[in-house]
């Protein structure tokens, strides 16, 4: 199909591009931006007036839920959250149940996901057989049924041996290696960020050396094998300092950290609220600081949405006791948008956390408008207001801290490949 | 969920779930409540009317046989019926969930849940449920929840000392060990502050402080007898026996030695401090029989205290 999306304002990341002009697409394709191609006659135009168009998002973290917690989540509902979120194409960790580590389960997930109303799914596997930190999984095999990157999830390799055997493995192939860190002992039974509020409230903590001290063994263990070092989820100031100082010093390591992390902190937790529990924890406001200055700075390099949909049995517990997580991926554009805000950024650069340079870190050809790619565009209102509700929600997972609030941004059409995933309600 | 949930919109008590966040008014009104209810025991009647009809159910998650019988004794005083329930759920054993249970309880036709969880946070998940569910006439007093807080202990302690010093406000007071693990530490801090205690001292090792305790208003010893000089009062903590072999404390022994009050150690405070201890004591591990039983300590007191305040708080909640 043939569509010319008319009177908006493309911003294109990747090509640098912030002006009103026309987008064309063709037979899936991004056409030409500004001027038509020749002979391009339109069957299908998208006024998008007062809206900006840019490419589709790229999120590093959303869980599906499939296969294994098929009660929690679906790969029909969390697509449908996705198209309403702008997101195109997204990475998903390997712990489902089983854990992705059999290129079946890989080829099966990717089989699902091929329908045109559904983001592009990029499987991360897993790292270890059942995530279990022991023995390798055939990450070649994996890499062909789709794998773009091999991690453990949130769960982390306790044999230091191991994972430097993992990660030199990983290397033989080029393979990136994504790994969260947080030193499982220091974090022992921990809930929340080990400070004011953790104290008060009598949560175990879990305190930032559990970030740093993990951060440090992968950054050497990433200079010591060559592995691309890809940090899922950093936390704390310390540790995007880290990251920095490892950069400087030459170490092939990027990072993400999770949209609600740039927005929350531990004051957030409240009177115990459950929707605030999540891993890694929300830290200081300080940390929170740093976290928005690193990803504006380019230090951190994506933001992501983390989308753990958890279902409300997993959620009204006590605080301790509640399933870590929350729903994201009808919230990242709003939450990227407000931290453009509040940072005062340009939002060329800002949408480049969210497109251009996530698809870097995947490696792919993904989060631009340039001429030949694939059209995945998200077209949004940044004015129009909306109310997080659980009605609202696509996706199967109502558990979000922002509940209630009003978020600046709506989507109004989400294209994958030149086909129309999401659009405005008749 | 971030309002304060234990007050009404009016600023009243609604339920009883931590210390942090109660105004001083109420705490003083609980406090003057309790006092008349100290001589109800000494009659030959041990009871007045006011919760009559009305039913406590005492939801204890946790064992704790003797808060229960306080509670028991205190609701029973008031002519309450009581209903006492020992769940004995580990989150690890899944069955019917915390809500599930309060949710069927509550169709019992429950006036007052007191609730003792080992999770931080369960008596404010109750409270917040049942406001959710149009049930906000049953009322919630926490009994204990996980490290978070024991508010009637708390109460019950600044009833303790009022009896015995009068005037907070010219007071320094220490409380002293496993501050890290305990609810109790935690409500007597934040009651103590609110009453204006102008010095509140922790006195632990480094292993059993959490980390940025002193944002809570205390001034943080790890020497115990430099903590100790000239206080009033001594609050000690019992020390859990899971906690007293491994990487926390090397032995009983070696706490004892540099934690446990002796008479040496109190004759660092003043002459005329008092010593109090929530119980069940271990003697001869946070605490010397010469001390416990010596006559510096208030220690029984506060059991015959505790029913008052318990008393009060009930009526309080639950006598309109």
Known sequence: MRIQITNGRVVDPANNVDRNTDVFVADGLIAGVGKAPAGFNAEASIDAAGCIVCPGLVDLAARLREPGFEYRATLESEMAAAAAGGITSLACPPDTDPPLDEPGLVEMLTHRARLPDFAHVYPVGALTVGLAGQRLTEMAELAEAGCVAFGQANTVILDTQVLLRAMQYAATFGFPVWLSAQDPYLARSGVAHDGEVAARLGLTGIPVVAETIALATILHLAQETGARLHVARISSAAGVEMIRAARAAGIKVSCDVAAHHLHLCENDIGFFNPHARLDPPLRALSDRDALRAGLADGTVDALCSDHTPVDDDGKQAPFGEAEAGATGLELLLPLTLKWAHEMKLPLVKALARVTSDPARVLGLAAGTLGVGRAADICIFDPEARVRITRERLKSQGKNTPFLGQELAGEVRYTLIDGHPAHTPPL | ?320
Not at chain 2, 44 to 67: A, D, I, Y
Not at chain 2, 110 to 134: C, E, K, N, Y
């Open chain 2, 1 to 320: 969920m971030n309002s304060n949930p234990q007050l009404n919109k009016h600023g009243e008590l609604q339920h009883l779930l931590t210390i942090e966040g109660l105004p001083r008014e109420i705490i003083a009104a609980i406090l003057d409540t309790a006092a008349p209810f100290t001589e109800v025991a000494e009659r030959e009647v041990k009871k007045v009317p006011l919760l009559r009809g009305k039913s406590v159910f005492n939801l204890f998650f946790e064992n704790s046989t003797r808060t229960r019988t306080t509670f028991e004794i205190a609701a029973k005083r008031l002519s309450a019926d009581v209903i006492n329930l020992n769940i004995n759920t580990s989150s690890t054993t899944k069955g019917e969930t915390l809500l599930d249970t309060v949710d069927n309880l509550s169709a019992l036709q429950a006036d007052i849940f007191v609730v003792r969880h080992a999770s931080s946070g369960a008596p404010h998940l109750i409270a917040q449920h049942l406001a959710a569910t149009g049930r906000d006439h049953i009322r919630v007093i926490n009994a204990g929840d996980g490290r978070h807080a024991h508010p009637t202990q708390g109460l019950l302690d600044m009833y303790t000392i009022r009896h015995y010093k009068k005037d907070f406000t010219r007071l320094t007071v220490a409380i002293v060990g496993d501050v890290l693990h305990s609810r109790v530490a935690r409500s007597q801090i934040h009651a103590l502050t609110t009453l204006g205690v102008p010095e509140v001292r922790v006195i632990a090792p480094k292993t059993l402080l959490p980390t940025q305790v002193e944002q809570m208003g205390v001034r943080v010893f790890n020497d115990m007898r430099e903590g100790l000089r000239g206080v009033d009062v001594v609050m000690m903590l019992r020390l859990q026996n899971e906690r007293m072999n491994g990487a926390l404390l090397p032995s009983p022994q070696e706490y004892f030695k540099y934690y446990g009050l002796t008479p040496d150690k109190l004759d660092l405070a003043k002459p005329d401090a008092i010593v109090m201890h929530p119980g069940p004591m271990n003697r001869g591990v946070e605490i010397d029989s010469a001390v416990a039983d010596g006559r510096q300590a208030v220690i029984l007191p506060q059991v015959t205290f505790g029913i008052a305040v318990r008393m009060a708080v009930m009526s309080m909640l639950g006598g309109a």
